[in-house]
């Protein structure tokens, strides 16, 4: 985090602490208590320098040298660095550092063991009569396209999507990938550097911080509120870190489930102009809309010739993941540096895959419709059930195909442990943060049917219920 000073005023810590006097003990380790639980919440991110113990006792009422011992307490804790003229600052105690490797396992524990029910994944079933029906459409077409362009229909079709949602887009601003994460590491290729500073989203999706750490990337991250962004706090980030890439997922991120509002997504939009810095917006989830009225959410920050936004799409999440077919929407001149790249070939989708993405597409809305009505069945179901449990608490996300739930009482790697031996797979929080903290949230995918569901639960209460006093 060295170089990247970011400063949250003391002023913030009344409500980024909340009712942290309730608890039991001396004031000075109450107050280490909910500074600590703020970081492991993700409300106070690694790099965050505290307020000066002297301005800190101001807002908080108390005398300075609580502040003083309470420091002190997250010094030893190795929760805090404090260098002589630069203040404290947080940091990942050490025993952790390994859960900034990008090597990690996205899997935790549990997927390690190989459980049986396995909620460390989050795919929609296969649209199994469309795409046979694309496959045998693509087969037939594959003598002629061999000796044409087979790629032309899919970039067309692709551009078209966005242009239907307002986005003017021809072909030359699309580039095929071979799914998402392959449009990420494409940009990832292009735009990072070995200490590139990339500011993104807690919690964001797993894949995007592995390829971001491989690459030597420094992470900052930038904390959702329970409801949304907080567009402000995001422009501040910016302008500390001045970073070459900002990834986001506004479109029912994974894994909360939230929708970027639209004042929020106008707001980004003026206040990007000030940023010299490549916006990647990750709309993977985009389709997954799981509103009674769903429509398509306005596209952030868009302006047909931006040179500093790039869209990344992919068919995984609202047709199929084993088709391997993403993309990146940009500017032509930022296509054609992508395209240019010698991965560029390497991560493109096969021309058979094209071929039948491009067939399949002609089914979108039937599958599409379909999808949304039982992901909104097995979302509400899981909530009924999480809703009868007293130890947690979750905002029913409004789509995406995960849930993303709090622990009031425990830790989510214990948790996940225990699970794993009741035959349950689940992804521990930290693996969704940035900052290798998150312990106290879980995310619960939907993607199963109901019963299945009945039975995570059931297993999950059992877990919980293990850890006993011991927490
Ligand atoms: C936000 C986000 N981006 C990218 C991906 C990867 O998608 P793909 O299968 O197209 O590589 C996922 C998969 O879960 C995701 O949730």
Redesign the pocket.
């Known amino acids: 985090m060295d170089g990247v000073v970011r400063r949250v005023p003391a002023s913030r810590f009344p409500t980024l602490l909340g009712d942290w006097r309730a608890e039991d003990g001396s004031l000075a380790r109450r107050l280490a208590g909910a500074v600590e639980k703020a970081v492991r919440d993700g409300r106070l991110p690694l790099g965050a320098r505290l307020p000066a113990e002297r301005l800190l006792a101001g807002e908080l009422g108390l005398a300075r040298g609580t502040v003083a011992a309470t420091y002190q307490i997250l010094r030893d804790e190795q929760l805090i660095v404090t260098r002589t003229g630069s203040g404290s600052t947080v940091s990942l105690p050490p025993r952790l550092h390994d859960r900034l490797s990008p090597w990690a396992s996205d899997r935790g524990e549990a997927g390690r063991d190989g459980a049986p029910l396995d909620l460390t994944v ?1 795919e929609p079933a296969a649209p199994f009569d469309e795409l046979l029906r694309a496959v045998r459409e693509a087969t037939e077409a594959l003598p002629a396209a061999l000796l044409g362009n087979a790629s032309a229909g899919l970039h067309t079709a692709v551009a078209e999507l966005y242009d239907s949602q307002g986005l003017p887009t021809g072909p030359e601003n699309v580039l095929l990938t071979s ?4 449009a ?1 590491s494409l940009l990832t290729a292009a735009y990072l550097r070995p200490n590139s500073r990339v500011v993104l989203d807690s919690p964001t ?1 797993p ?2 911080l592995a390829l971001f750490r491989a690459a030597g990337a420094r992470l900052l991250s930038q904390p959702l509120t329970p409801t949304g962004w907080d567009v402000p706090a995001l422009d501040r980030t910016l302008t500390e870190a001045r970073p070459s890439l900002t990834y986001l ?1 506004p479109d029912f991120h ?1 894994p909360t489930g939230l929708l970027m509002g639209e004042e929020d997504r106008a707001e980004l939009g003026r206040r990007l102009r000030a940023h010299d810095t490549l916006l990647v917006l ?1 709309e ?2 985009r389709d997954l809309d799981l509103r009674d009225d769903a429509a398509p959410p306005p596209r952030t920050a868009a302006r047909a010739g931006d040179r500093r936004v790039a869209y ?1 799409g ?4 609202s047709l199929w ?1 084993g088709l ?1 077919v ?1 993309w990146i929407r940009a500017h032509p001149d930022t296509v054609r540096r992508l395209a240019a790249l010698p991965l560029a070939a390497a991560l493109a989708p096969s021309p058979f895959d094209q071929l039948v993405a491009a067939r399949l597409l002609d089914h979108r809305e039937v599958v599409l419709t379909r999808r949304r009505t039982q992901l909104r069945l097995q979302r509400d179901h899981l909530a009924s059930r999480l809703r009868t449990l007293p130890w947690c608490r979750f905002h029913v996300p409004v789509g995406g195909l995960s849930l993303w739930l709090e622990l009031l009482d425990a830790d989510s790697r214990p948790l996940t442990t225990l699970a794993a031996t009741r035959n349950l797979a689940l992804t521990p929080g930290h693996h969704f943060s940035p900052d290798g903290t998150l312990d106290r949230y879980l995310r619960i995918p939907f993607t199963l049917p109901p019963e299945a569901l009945d039975t995570a639960i059931d297993r999950l209460t059992e877990a919980h219920e293990g850890l006993g006093g011991g927490r």
């Open positions: 989050a799914g998402a994460d392959a990420l999706y894949g995007a997922v994974n990750d993977t989830m990344v992919s068919l995984s999440k993941p391997r993403g």
